[in-house]
């Protein structure tokens, strides 16, 4: 959760008014500009930039293990259609998807404009990688190539590979690393990774074990819910708010699932 906007607010409303109600006016004050609310309008329309280096990574994601199948098609316009985009938006988001596809496309620099776009606010960085986990997983098993391309992407955001099993778990997805150190919902090189037909994992969902301790699981489920809080965003697309309230409910799902389990009050 982000304070920092709201301790100044608050310490310089009480310096401003010498009164609780300074107080309390800086902290709300200081709410809006956490949440984004009071960010400048050059800044808030730049929010809308993620779209075009979103569908050239997904176009570079989907060429990488050597062509793009007709279920990454369909995956990207899904995509589109659940983003209700304009026909202007959706032609510009066909040509950037063509262009991510091309020989020598600049990775590097598209992962670049998504971490800027996200400004180093995770909340962000989850829906970014919720909207591409679709055409990531549209023919299954992450190739060798696809892992690499989403390996570097959550290291330019700041997304530890656990956090992103955790979300491949929210939709059903098992995650599979390369190399040693694989557990949990993660599964090893050459292992089959199918999207789960019916249920989620609730341990999976919150990325933790069936054996850890209630206080890591609880610890592990307050950091998820803050992480995809939808009130938090800001000034986003409605679609990237739906998203996020959509994780959110399966969070909490998750975990009263396993409170009922193991009768944590």
């Known amino acids: 959760m982000k304070v920092i906007g709201k301790i100044i607010g608050a310490l310089v409303g009480f310096w401003l008014f010498r009164h609780p109600f300074g107080i309390v006016l800086g902290g709300l004050i200081g709410h809006l500009w956490d949440i984004g609310a009071l960010r400048p309008l050059g800044m808030q329309r730049a929010r809308g930039s993620f779209i075009g280096p979103l569908f050239a ?10 062509r793009v199948s007709e279920q990454e098609i369909a995956a990207t316009e899904n995509l589109m259609t659940r983003m209700q985009m304009s026909p202007d938006q959706r032609a510009s988001a066909i040509e950037r ?15 670049g404009e998504l971490r800027a776009w996200a400004g ?11 909207m591409l986990l679709d055409v990531v997983y549209a023919e299954g098993p992450l190739s060798p190539n696809k892992f690499m391309l989403v390996r570097k992407l959550c290291a330019s955001l700041g997304v530890h590979e656990r956090e992103l099993a955790a979300l491949a778990a929210m939709r059903g997805y098992a995650y599979a690393a390369y190399g040693a150190g694989a ?46 809080h939808p009130d938090k965003l800001g000034d986003v697309p409605d679609e990237l708010k739906r998203r996020a309230e959509e994780r959110a409910r399966e969070i909490n799902a998750a975990y009263d699932r396993i409170r009922e389990e193991r009768g944590i009050k």
């Open 120 to 130: 180093g606010r995770r909340d962000l960085a989850f829906l970014l990688l919720d």
């Open 57 to 66: 990574l997904a176009g570079a994601i989907a060429k990488s293990d050597g």
């Open 183 to 228: 557990q949990g919902s993660y599964r090893r090189s050459g292992q089959e990774a199918p999207r789960q037909p019916s249920g989620k994992d609730p341990y999976a969902v919150l990325g933790v074990t069936r054996d850890s301790h209630e206080r890591e699981i609880k610890r592990a489920y307050r950091k998820l819910i803050s992480q995809h």
């Open 97 to 111: 998807f063509s262009a991510g596809k091309q020989a020598g496309f600049a990775v590097d620099q598209t992962i």
